[in-house]
């Protein structure tokens, strides 16, 4: 099993990026997918999940900025990020099926 999360980068405060969380050896939807961030110095926080009913649930601090798709077809679950902050700062992760994915670095600053 491997999962791999892209997409990450330097944007401007208000800024938007999509991040990628592909997988080979599992069927994303048949599994919980979360998104986790890390913060330097801070504990792996998890910002949301998509579960195996396609319901979504986010963490207050990103409800209404942060958006998680799936793609089946490419076996991909996106997290959308819009209205990026400074605090948005980190390491994201995916995780499923008991797996975490090599993770992507998201720098929010101007």
């Known amino acids: 099993v491997q999962l791999q999360a892209s997409g990450g980068g330097l944007v401007q405060p208000g800024g938007s990026l999509r991040l990628s969380c592909a997988a080979s050896g599992i069927i994303l939807s048949d599994n919980y997918v979360g998104w986790y961030r890390q913060a330097a110095g801070q504990h792996r926080e998890r910002v949301g999940f998509?579960?195996?009913?396609?319901?979504?649930s986010y963490v207050e601090s990103v409800r209404g900025r942060f958006a998680i798709s799936p793609d089946p077809e490419k076996n991909t679950v996106y997290l959308q990020m819009n209205s990026l902050q400074p605090e948005d700062t980190g390491i994201y992760y995916c995780?499923?099926?008991?797996?975490w994915g090599r993770g992507t670095q998201v720098t929010v600053s101007s």
């Open positions: 995780f499923a099926q008991d797996f």
């Open positions: 998509l579960n195996r009913g396609g319901t979504t």
